[in-house]
């Protein structure tokens, strides 16, 4: 990606950056920010091992929770930009803090947020927005959740209302084990997130990751990506916070996005407006594709992790600057995103233990050259950088390994290649991310 010549746009000038985070996401929305022209300086709250090897990228050592330190370093070092991350800081009301205190924000407030951190909320907007989902039942205590059991007489997908990190869905198999699922919820197993469930109808078919960039107003829509949830190859095994990515999909085309755009992130947009909420940032609609067509099985108010570090690579450099429209209202004002017609490939490097309980502190090595213009990136997630200047594990998902080929052969070749040069004790990763789309020529 070379720099391109500065906006020709009438919009503030856009020379510091702050992203708010510290994964594998952030880690790749940074990168891509120092690609525009324009930007001189990108910091990264709290970041990771990985921040400052980034050129022109900077680690603050503030957590996402801080609101007042993240405003009050805002505000000295003249940030034009604010990115939020992740879904805890804008659930809990970040974005609308920093707009109050003058800050330009991508990102939704705290009520917007509620896409995905309250599953009930959600679910009612998608139904007054006549949004095709999954049927679902909602209840508060174990005996009214036993009784829809009972009535509806067919195995559930037992969700958590709120934000549980990926981890409050049972999609279960049997009636047995849906009963189970709820027992526990209501037990406590996801604390206060599990206080209230949602129950939802079984989808069949595959999976796929839709981004929209809005601003309140209209959308942007990016290529679509492919998760990979399991931790073990062939789908098996637990759920992760998502093992590699690839985007785009085959699965969607051009006119396929235009009917998503049209029936599922339109109808939210309104909707979203109806209930007065000015939404600027990403709307994440995970799908399952049924035979009738595409449903919302979530919404996301944020990019998802790995799929941002696939689709970063095939970001034009204005990229930066389409973000900034967004957060003040004018994406009309910017040039349409011109994505790159690559393939790009993402595979996660684990720690030991992962997901239960990932071990922290092996010395991370890495004989990988991370050239600005090669089509290998490596960004950190549970990384650190200890006294002594070694690069340490520090979480479950420690690196993204992304490349870009005209195949996705090439370029999950050229990524499985670049993982072996990285070692860690317990390193682990899957070995078939993008089965869907390897082997097949394309
Ligand atoms: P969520 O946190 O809502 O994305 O759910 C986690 C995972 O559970 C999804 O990625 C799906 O694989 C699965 N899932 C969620 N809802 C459903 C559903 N209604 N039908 C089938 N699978 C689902
Ligand atoms: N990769 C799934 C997520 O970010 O929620």
């Given at each position: 990606?070379?720099?391109?010549?500065a906006?020709m746009?009438?919009?503030?000038?856009?020379?510091?950056?702050?992203?708010?985070?510290?994964g594998?996401?952030?880690?790749?929305?940074?990168?891509?920010?120092?690609?525009?022209?324009?930007?001189?300086?990108?910091?990264?709250?709290?970041?990771?091992?990985?921040?400052?090897?980034?050129?022109?990228?900077?680690?603050?050592?503030?957590e996402?929770?801080?609101?007042?330190?993240?405003?009050?370093?805002?505000?000295?070092?003249?940030?034009?930009?604010?990115?939020?991350?992740?879904?805890?800081?804008?659930?809990?009301?970040?974005?609308?803090?920093?707009?109050?205190?003058?800050?330009?924000?991508f990102?939704?407030?705290?009520?917007?947020?509620?896409?995905?951190?309250?599953?009930?909320?959600?679910?009612?907007?998608?139904?007054?927005?006549?949004?095709?989902?999954?049927?679902?039942?909602?209840?508060?205590?174990?005996?009214?959740?036993?009784?829809?059991?009972?009535?509806?007489?067919?195995p559930l997908?037992?969700?958590?209302?709120?934000?549980?990190?990926?981890?409050?869905?049972?999609?279960?198999?049997?009636?047995?084990?849906?009963?189970a699922?709820?027992?526990?919820?209501?037990?406590?197993?996801?604390?206060?997130?599990?206080?209230?469930?949602?129950?939802e109808?079984?989808?069949?078919?595959?999976?796929?990751?839709?981004?929209?960039?809005?601003d309140?107003?209209?959308?942007?829509i990016?290529?679509?990506?492919?998760?990979?949830?399991?931790?073990?190859?062939?789908?098996?095994?637990p759920?992760?916070?998502?093992?590699?990515?690839?985007?785009?999909?085959?699965?969607?085309?051009k006119?396929?996005?235009?009917?998503?755009?049209?029936?599922?992130?339109?109808?939210?947009?309104?909707?979203l407006?109806?209930?007065?909420?000015?939404?600027?940032?990403?709307?994440?609609?995970?799908?399952?594709?049924?035979?009738?067509?595409?449903?919302?099985?979530?919404?996301?108010?944020?990019?998802?992790?790995?799929?941002?570090?696939a689709?970063?690579?095939l970001?034009?450099?204005?990229?930066?600057?389409c973000?900034?429209?967004?957060?003040?209202?004018c994406?009309?004002?910017?040039?349409?995103?011109?994505?790159?017609?690559?393939?790009?490939?993402?595979?996660?490097?684990?720690?030991?233990?992962y997901?239960?309980?990932?071990?922290?502190?092996?010395?991370?090595s890495?004989?990988?050259?991370?050239?600005?213009?090669?089509?290998?990136?490596?960004?950190?997630?549970?990384?650190?950088?200890d006294?002594?200047?070694?690069?340490?594990?520090?979480?479950?998902?420690?690196?993204?390994?992304?490349?870009?080929?005209?195949?996705?052969?090439?370029?999950?070749?050229?990524?499985?290649?670049?993982?072996?040069?990285?070692?860690?004790?317990?390193?682990k990763?899957?070995?078939?991310?993008?089965?869907?789309?390897?082997g097949?020529?394309?």
């Amino acid at each position: 990606m070379g720099k391109t010549p500065a906006s020709m746009t009438a919009l503030p000038p856009l020379k510091k950056i702050l992203v708010v985070g510290g994964g594998g996401r952030e880690n790749a929305l940074a990168w891509s920010f120092t690609k525009f022209q324009e930007v001189e300086e990108v910091y990264v709250a709290p970041g990771n091992g990985g921040t400052q090897e980034q050129q022109s990228c900077h680690r603050l050592n503030i957590e996402e929770s801080n609101k007042e330190e993240i405003i009050q370093a805002c505000k000295s070092l003249k940030i034009d930009l604010v990115i939020v991350g992740g879904e805890k800081p804008l659930a809990s009301g970040l974005a609308d803090q920093l707009r109050e205190a003058g800050l330009i924000v991508f990102g939704p407030g705290k009520k917007g947020a509620q896409l995905e951190a309250s599953k009930t909320w959600s679910k009612e907007l998608m139904n007054e927005a006549k949004i095709p989902t999954a049927k679902f039942w909602k209840a508060s205590n174990n005996k009214e959740a036993q009784d829809l059991l009972f009535e509806i007489d067919k195995p559930l997908v037992v969700k958590a209302d709120g934000l549980a990190s990926g981890k409050g869905v049972t999609v279960c198999t049997s009636i047995q084990e849906t009963k189970a699922a709820i027992k526990e919820a209501f037990e406590g197993k996801f604390g206060e997130a599990g206080a209230k469930l949602v129950l939802e109808e079984c989808l069949q078919g595959p999976e796929v990751s839709v981004f929209a960039i809005t601003d309140g107003e209209r959308l942007e829509i990016l290529p679509s990506a492919q998760d990979h949830k399991r931790l073990l190859e062939d789908d098996k095994g637990p759920n992760t916070g998502g093992m590699g990515a690839y985007a785009p999909t085959l699965m969607l085309n051009k006119e396929d996005l235009e009917k998503i755009k049209k029936n599922i992130l339109l109808p939210t947009l309104d909707t979203l407006k109806k209930r007065k909420i000015n939404y600027r940032g990403v709307i994440y609609a995970g799908l399952i594709l049924t035979k009738d067509g595409p449903k919302v099985i979530e919404f996301n108010c944020r990019f998802g992790d790995p799929e941002c570090q696939a689709l970063m690579p095939l970001m034009p450099s204005n990229f930066a600057k389409c973000l900034q429209a967004a957060a003040l209202g004018c994406l009309n004002k910017v040039q349409k995103l011109e994505t790159s017609p690559l393939k790009s490939a993402c595979v996660v490097a684990t720690a030991y233990g992962y997901p239960e309980n990932p071990r922290k502190g092996d010395l991370v090595s890495i004989k990988l050259k991370n050239s600005q213009e090669s089509q290998i990136q490596l960004f950190h997630s549970g990384t650190k950088i200890d006294q002594d200047g070694k690069l340490l594990t520090s979480g479950g998902r420690v690196l993204s390994i992304v490349s870009q080929g005209d195949t996705y052969n090439e370029a999950f070749e050229i990524a499985y290649k670049a993982i072996k040069k990285i070692d860690f004790s317990g390193i682990k990763y899957r070995k078939d991310i993008g089965y869907q789309v390897r082997g097949k020529g394309n």
